[in-house]
């Protein structure tokens, strides 16, 4: 039994999986899990993909560390990404999800556990997922992504290129990537949700 209940906000935009939940959420027990409507409240954001990338803004100021992702369109290598974007990502429910994962899966996150199937666990340790991206390397992912080469990308981050050329080597170990295309190639979906953490980033240092 969980105490007093965890209250979970239901992000989804793809009408398909908010009419699948809307038909587990009646399988959950009421008094262990309450489905509430204000994010900031909310112990853990139950998201799917729209809606993580349309409010990723919103969902960064809401301060909520245990989101869980339902997943039907990113690939492993793209899922690998995403979890060093944004480590308040906790689980992931893929296409199996029946109403007892779903249950399993809030529990587990709520206790402060990850909830992620084995192979895709597997590949997080082996691109070091957990060890995120700094402001530096944010930036120099978005440059990359204009198509900016390294003498360019020095020159907007006043730095050397040598410099430029290490913050590129710590995103590639990160990536399991070999080269500048790589990054392009396994970020260019991010393009939009790594602008928004740039910005937040930008704004949370001119406060200090």
């Known amino acids: 039994m969980v105490k007093d209940g965890i209250k979970v906000f239901l992000g989804i935009d ?4 908010k009419e699948l939940v809307a038909l587990y959420i009646n399988q959950i ?4 899990i309450q489905f509430i409507n204000n994010m900031n409240e909310a112990d853990i954001l139950l998201s799917d993909v729209c809606f ?3 409010q ?4 960064l100021d809401s301060q909520n560390e245990k989101v869980v992702l ?8 793209e899922i690998l990404i995403l979890l060093n974007l944004l480590p308040s990502i906790k689980g992931i429910i893929d296409e199996n999800m029946k109403p007892d994962t779903l249950y399993k899966a809030l529990v587990c996150v ?7 199937r084995r192979s895709l666990l597997h590949q997080s340790l082996v691109y070091k997922v957990g060890t995120n ?6 930036k120099i ?3 990359i992504l204009q198509g900016k080469i390294n003498k360019e990308i020095a020159r907007e981050l006043d730095v050397s290129e040598q410099t430029v050329k290490y913050y590129i080597n710590s995103i590639l170990s990160k990536i399991g990537g070999s080269g500048k295309l790589d990054i392009a190639l396994r970020f260019c979906r991010f393009k939009d949700l790594i602008e928004v953490l740039i910005k937040k980033e930008e704004t949370v240092a001119k406060k200090v």
Do not use: C, M, V
């Open 29 to 32: 027990p009421s008094s262990e």
């Open 133 to 138: 991206f700094s402001p530096k390397e944010l």
């Open 70 to 77: 339902l997943n039907y369109t990113l690939k492993s290598n």
């Open 14 to 17: 793809h009408q398909f999986i």
């Open 141 to 143: 992912i978005w440059f």
């Open 110 to 116: 709520d206790r402060g556990e990850i909830w992620i």
């Open 56 to 59: 990723t803004e919103a969902i």
């Open 52 to 54: 993580l990338f349309n």
